[in-house]
């Protein structure tokens, strides 16, 4: 860069290497701060020894399920970490069960107990999630509303964290595309206008129950779906010899 020198030179020095080298190191240097201008960079993640708040926001779910005779009410305690940063999250930090049924009461609190553990812990506690929904009652689970079935009540407790931390953004939804919707839509229009032209085909809605039917018809799934085993709905339908998922594109030929 030109500069242009408007008055007259008084004295001049020539720049060494030297000179350079220290310029460089002295740009290079971090600029020291006093520790109480620098603001606290440090994010607090969950672990033991956070100490429980005197208040803390929570959700209560209710669990309806023909397996037990009162209602469970399920209640979920966030702590809030990092508040007004951009470190801000949700953490669960308790979680209570509660019923009118008492029969079950020793392992529900022993259940709710190792959990309240684990969310305290801290880290990665979604795979409570997965080891609940994979508990399958012997005696059989039972549909829910929209044709998803609970093979337990252990496994609807499990569904119900998973819908929290949803919520509070533990667990992202990995929802389908809209070129997925778009297919799935498709094939469902597909095979309601077979069952249309052969109505042959569709069940005989006064079939003697199975042990499987829905409790709850209002799945919204064509009539005679069966099972899917990949997301647990009732959704799956045979189409050109293909079986395929209405709910989450589930397909398997031959
Ligand atoms: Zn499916």
Known sequence: MAIKISKKIKSYSVQSADDKAREAAQA???????????PSAEVIQMHEQIERPDVLIGSTYKIKSPLFEHALYVTINDIVLNKGTAHESRRPFEIFINSKNMDHFQWVVAITRIMSAVFRKGGD?????????????PRGGYFKAGGVYMPSI??????????HLKMIGMIVDDELSPEQQALIAEKRAAYEAILKKNPELTPNPTAPATTFTPSEPSSGFPPGATMCHKCNTQALVVMDG?????????????
């Open 154 to 163: 252990v496994a609807e407790i499990g569904a119900v964290i998973e819908a």
């Open 28 to 38: 290079a240097a971090p600029v020291v701060e006093t520790p109480a201008a620098r």
């Open 242 to 254: 293909c079986q395929t998922c209405l709910n989450c594109g589930y397909s398997k030929c031959g």
């Open 125 to 137: 506690v979604t795979f409570l999630v997965e080891e609940l929904k994979a508990v399958f009652d």
